[in-house]
């Protein structure tokens, strides 16, 4: 069986302040781990996955399989980045398991 | 290029009674999802559909959902009868054809069901 935990549902810092978003998760299997955003009034979106290895709107995500964590980061947090965010693994079927989400404001 | 369609956005029926959700997906697309969300959770997958096709309905409450994709295009999710626990937004999304490599998916806007 597979799990993703995403520890806070809500998350706010400040304008220009990093952030971190966690996201662990437990599987048997080979992991592949992605992040959703959705945007106040818009649809759920991909923001990243792990095998591109690369860096979306300032926002990285590593995977740590020591860890088993897929933590999003971004250096220096702007106002537009309020959203939900979703981690969510690739399961066996081929599908995605989402966690339970983590809100995000910005302060300004 | 158009996005996931799916109508209506909004329903509000009474317990026990039926309901239908639909979902056109992009052009295209050979694969297509129907999630369930519920206030304060993640999307949580009720059906995947490969062209006409049932890849995964193993979190379907078959006793109650049930859904098809007849021409391999748009898709429809029923409920008969409701519960007050199946008040949720319904999410229907589509990818291209999933070989191995698990590709984007591209989410509709969502059909809030409310059950009274």
């Known amino acids: 069986a597979q799990r993703v935990t995403q520890p806070e549902k809500l998350l706010s810092v400040f304008k220009g302040a990093p952030v971190e978003l966690k996201c662990n998760y437990s599987?048997?299997?080979?992991?592949?781990l992605f992040w959703y955003v959705q945007y106040s009034r818009q649809r759920l979106q991909l923001l990243l996955r792990h095998i591109s290895r690369e860096s979306i709107k300032g926002f990285t995500a590593d995977l740590n399989k020591g860890e088993t964590s897929f933590h999003l980061k971004k250096p220096f947090a702007q106002e537009e980045d309020s959203a939900m965010y979703y981690c969510?693994?690739?399961?066996?079927?081929?599908?995605?398991?989402f966690g339970t989400g983590t809100r995000l404001t910005v302060i300004p | 290029e158009a996005g996931v369609a799916q109508s209506p956005r909004y329903k509000i029926i009474e317990k026990r009674q039926s309901v239908a959700f639909w979902c056109n997906p992009i052009?295209?697309?050979?694969?297509l999802y129907w999630y369930q969300q519920i206030l304060g959770q993640g999307p949580k997958l009720l059906i995947q559909?490969?062209?006409?096709?049932?890849?995964?309905d193993s979190q379907l409450p078959k006793d109650r959902f049930s859904a098809e994709r007849l021409k391999g295009v748009d898709s429809t999710l029923k409920i008969q009868p409701a519960k007050l626990e199946d008040s949720a937004v319904y999410l229907c999304?589509?990818?291209?054809?999933?070989?191995?490599?698990?590709?984007?998916?591209?989410f509709g806007p969502g059909t809030r069901l409310t059950v009274l």
């Open positions: 999304a589509s990818s291209q054809i999933q070989q191995g490599r698990l590709n984007e998916q591209f």
């Open positions: 599987y048997s299997g080979s992991p592949e």
């Open positions: 969510a693994l690739k399961t066996g079927a081929n599908n995605l398991f």
């Open positions: 052009s295209g697309h050979a694969t």
């Open positions: 559909f490969q062209n006409n096709g049932v890849v995964d």
